[in-house]
């Protein structure tokens, strides 16, 4: 996102009286250390300083808000506030999108003085992660907000800009007060307070100094050039002969129309390294059969292609230990946690198998025995059923999800298995029947594939949606409107957790069905 400069009005004479500036951050963005700068500069130049702070409820659903007020020193200390009053804040920084929406909010914002800096990158909030599908807040409704609101506006990937130099936020967003002017002191003295700091300086100069010219040039932030790459292009890795037979089977594709071969080509991608080469062929087969029949401009091809490897991709024990024991997996949370030479790292797995979970790895005919035995299924679940914490960090812990992740081969014996493919073909059958007479039902049909997602409980809940829905697909089926229910349904399955949207929509469709 491109950097957001825009100024209305004068604003007062800040260095006249107290300048009054807030910080929103939360856990892990180094509200602390942004502050001790900013009371640091403040005092080698004259000025007296006050800095408070309360913290937030958790790390993610409560910001802690930092406040700093400084004035000349004078032959009478000045009296300081303890927090910040709406309508009374000269300067706002934010360290995310959403924060600077909750101190547009809060009334800290206001157009007749403040300058509002703040980083346009996304730190989910509790309530954004609950909803089934997307409840990510818009950030561009608080970008608007904040050009209306503020004096002054600065808005840039600050965090990015800090990880791209080997830094934090907190030497970006530094860099970008210094670069905004809204304080009345040279650049000098801004890096003065992180050389004085004696952490990280080399690395914090460099953030700052990126953040700083994004701030007073209003322009965007520098990019890396990176080459783009589509699927046909990207590396395959494996033996000679494997990556001769993908590639093989990868030319199947172009038989099919060009909007849905990227699509295919991906979904297949997805497939094999799920399972191997023939799980991929059944992949195109079922893709290719629904190519036979489209009658649209290959949407309803390109949503099989997504669809039907979302669905052969499912999340079962092997694939989640797979995935935590994964080359380069390690590599990827050091780089998260920006681990430095020197510092160890532990990683420790959280595992809450449930019964069904357990029982899904038996013999499909065993397991299916098994799962309809009540007494059988209490007995695994008191065994298993319990929280469980491994060390994969350790050759232990990593062993034993190495050898379950690569327990592929067994993976088509499996009950669970065999319950994936019954909804897998039940679900195409009814595709395939509405694409005879309606194909833009069919393909709302194959996005309902969306509600299902996830491991355990969420795998569970995410199916009872589905199979609803499905329900109330056969309600509107020959109708007209039908397409527009079923996606009507399914946004509203994606609402809320517990469904009780998608009870409503069930009662409308009940009501004229």
């Known amino acids: 996102m491109n950097a957001h400069v825009k100024t209305t009005g004068e604003g007062s004479d800040q260095s006249a009286g107290i300048i009054k500036l807030a910080i929103l951050a939360v856990g892990g963005q180094g509200g602390g ?5 900013i009371e640091s500069v403040a005092r080698a130049n004259g000025y007296a300083a006050q800095a408070t702070s309360v913290a937030g409820v958790a790390q993610r659903t409560g910001a802690t808000v930092y406040y700093v007020e400084m004035a000349p020193e004078g ?10 009053a709406a309508g009374d804040v000269d300067i706002m920084i934010t360290a995310e999108m959403m924060e600077a929406g909750r101190s547009i909010m809060r009334g800290f914002v206001t157009p007749d003085r403040t300058v509002l800096i703040t980083s346009s990158h996304r730190a989910l909030a509790v309530s954004e992660k609950m ?9 561009e409704e608080v970008i608007a907000a904040a050009q209306i609101a503020a004096r002054k506006l600065i808005c840039e990937d600050f965090d990015k800009l800090a990880v791209a130099n080997g830094s934090v936020i907190s030497a970006t967003l530094f860099g970008a007060l210094a670069g905004s002017g809204a304080l009345p002191f040279t650049r000098d003295a801004f890096e003065d307070a992180i050389r004085t700091s004696g952490k990280g300086v080399d690395a914090s100069l460099r953030a700052f100094a990126a953040a700083f010219d994004v701030a007073a040039n209003g322009g965007p932030a520098p990019k890396a050039e990176t080459a783009a790459h589509s699927p046909a292009q990207q590396a395959i890795g494996g033996p000679d002969r494997l990556q001769a037979q ?18 295919a080509l991906t979904g ?4 094999v390294d799920f399972q191997d080469i023939a799980y991929g062929a059944e992949y195109l087969d079922r893709v290719q059969k629904i190519a036979e029949i489209d009658r649209t401009d290959a949407r309803m091809t390109r949503e099989a292609a997504k669809y039907i490897a979302n669905a052969m991709t499912y999340d079962d024990i092997i694939r989640v230990a797979d995935a935590k024991t994964r080359d380069g997996r390690d590599r990827r949370i050091a780089d998260e946690m920006r681990l430095k030479d020197g510092q160890l790292m532990q990683v420790t797995e959280f595992l809450h198998p449930r019964a069904e979970e357990i029982v899904s790895l038996l013999p499909a005919k065993m397991g299916a025995r098994w799962q309809s035995n009540p007494r059988r299924m209490k007995l695994v679940d008191r065994l298993f059923n319990r929280g469980r914490r491994i060390r994969t960090d ?10 379950l992740g690569g327990a592929k081969s067994w993976r088509r014996r499996t009950l669970r298995h065999a319950e994936e ?5 039940s679900w195409l059958g009814r595709v395939h029947a509405a694409a005879a007479h309606d194909q833009e039902t069919a393909i709302e049909l194959l996005r309902c594939q969306r509600l299902i997602k996830g491991y355990s409980d969420t795998h569970a809940r995410g199916q009872s949606k589905f199979a609803r829905v499905m329900d109330g697909a056969s309600m509107v089926e020959g109708r007209a409107d039908a397409a527009d229910w079923i996606r009507r349904m399914r946004e509203a399955a994606l609402q809320d957790e517990k469904g009780e949207a998608l009870d409503g929509a069930l009662q409308t469709v009940r009501s004229f069905a």
């Open 131 to 139: 909803v089934p599908g997307d409840g990510i807040a818009s950030s």
């Open 268 to 271: 297949l991608r997805k497939v």
């Open 394 to 403: 350790g050759i232990i812990g990593f062993g034993m999800l190495y050898l």
């Open 421 to 425: 493919m019954a909804h897998l073909d």
């Open 75 to 84: 032959p009478q200390k000045p009296v300081f506030s303890l927090m910040p």
């Open 33 to 37: 250390v942004l502050t001790s700068w």
């Open 246 to 263: 993908f590639h093989e089977l990868a030319s199947r594709t172009n038989d099919l129309r060009p909007e849905a071969r990227e699509m």
